[in-house]
């Protein structure tokens, strides 16, 4: 069995980072493709990025793009989010999840995804 537990979630104002960190417990931890996710109130949960088993190729969402950066390590089976230059539309829950059907490619849909963390609370004050 695979369990997700996410950290690093608070609140911020608007243009601050953070850092969320996911540790994956499961001896196939460096197989699966592994991504984030949020979920606002009143909205549908969606893909936030994604990272290939080998951390070589990585994928994010338009409104991410260029502010947030996914990466792993595989040696501490942990995968993490920093977040730069956030905004009052970032925040929500933001969930780790793990894809794996999958070691090389990145799927944004969450139906793809196999295993899911509790989630971690970011909140962004303007």
């Known amino acids: 069995q695979v369990q997700l537990v996410e950290s690093g979630g608070g609140l911020v104002q608007a243009g601050e980072s953070l850092r969320l960190s996911c540790a994956v417990s499961?001896?196939?931890?460096?197989?699966?493709?592994m991504g984030w996710f949020r979920q606002a109130p009143g909205k549908e949960r969606e893909f936030v990025a994604a990272?290939?088993?080998?951390?070589?190729?990585?994928l994010y969402a338009d409104s991410v793009k260029g502010r947030f950066t996914i990466s792993r390590d595989n040696n501490k089976n942990t995968v993490s989010l920093q977040m730069n230059s956030l905004k009052p539309e970032d925040t929500a829950v933001y969930y780790c999840?793990?894809?794996?059907?999958?070691?090389?490619?990145?799927?944004?849909?969450?139906?793809?995804?196999?295993?899911w963390g509790q989630g971690t609370q970011v909140t962004v004050s303007s």
């Open positions: 999840a793990a894809d794996k059907s999958s070691m090389i490619v990145l799927r944004t849909a969450t139906r793809a995804y196999d295993y």
């Open positions: 499961g001896r196939t931890f460096s197989a699966y493709v």
């Open positions: 990272i290939r088993w080998s951390g070589g190729r990585t």
